[in-house]
């Protein structure tokens, strides 16, 4: 079964600086992946995905994620963390049957200070 | 830009009342869900829905959940007889390429 492993509950940066969320994962067949964000009070947001076509993905926001099979990683990145930034992150792999159900791990809360 | 739309964001219940929780999805999309996130854990899939049938559910998806399209617009969850660990936010999604999430129903059962 497939199952992600956010390895960091809380992240806190400073404004202008990277952010680095990491994320593990573990699957049986080449997996599909993905970085979800959620604003307070608001829905799941998609901020890229993976699906095998390049390794390094870029999403919204200026975000970006690099699938590393060696490591079994895919790490979100910024280089420069902005106020808006502040919410939960949740590290997502996708089932492998049809109807591709998503498994999510614990979530990551970034905090960005001035 | 088209959005899955959830009502009502926010619903109270006393343990034991029936509870129907409504998601318009994206209206070309044919895949439907629901996850469900208790406040300060993860989010957990409930359920896929996928030509008029239950395609997958998980554990916590027992005989006293529902699932339905009454018409072609909406897809609801109904809660037979909610308990008060049924407390959480519920997402309703759909997908064509990837999983658009709805903006969540908060369920309080007291």
């Known amino acids: 079964a497939q199952s992600v492993t956010q390895l960091d509950s809380h992240v806190s940066v400073s404004e202008g600086t990277p952010v680095l969320l990491r994320c593990n994962y573990s699957?049986?067949?080449?997996?599909?992946l993905f970085w979800y964000v959620q604003h307070p009070n608001k829905g799941l947001q998609l901020l890229l995905k993976?699906?095998?076509?390049?390794?390094l993905v870029k999403g919204i926001n200026g975000f970006e994620a690099e699938f590393k099979k060696s490591e079994t990683s895919f790490h979100l990145t910024k280089p420069s963390a902005h106020m808006s930034d502040a919410a939960e992150y949740f590290c997502?792999?996708?089932?492998?049957?049809?109807?591709?159900?998503?498994?999510f791990g614990t979530g990551t809360r970034l905090l960005v200070s001035p | 830009e088209p959005e899955v739309t959830q009502t009502p964001s926010h619903q109270v219940t006393q343990m034991g009342q029936e509870v129907i929780l409504r998601c318009v999805p994206i209206s070309n999309h044919l895949y439907f869900y629901w996850y469900r996130q208790i406040l300060g854990q993860k989010v957990e899939f409930l359920v896929s829905?996928?030509?008029?049938?239950?395609?997958?559910k998980s554990e916590i998806f027992d005989d006293q959940f529902s699932v339905e399209r009454p018409d072609g617009s909406n897809f609801t969850l109904k809660i037979r007889s909610t308990k008060l660990e049924d407390s959480a936010m519920y997402f309703c999604a759909s997908r064509d390429r990837e999983q658009y999430f709805g903006p969540g129903t908060r369920l309080t059962v007291t």
């Open positions: 829905f996928y030509n008029n049938e239950i395609s997958e």
């Open positions: 997502v792999v996708s089932s492998y049957t049809g109807f591709q159900k998503l498994v």
């Open positions: 993976y699906t095998s076509a390049a390794t």
């Open positions: 699957s049986s067949y080449s997996p599909s």
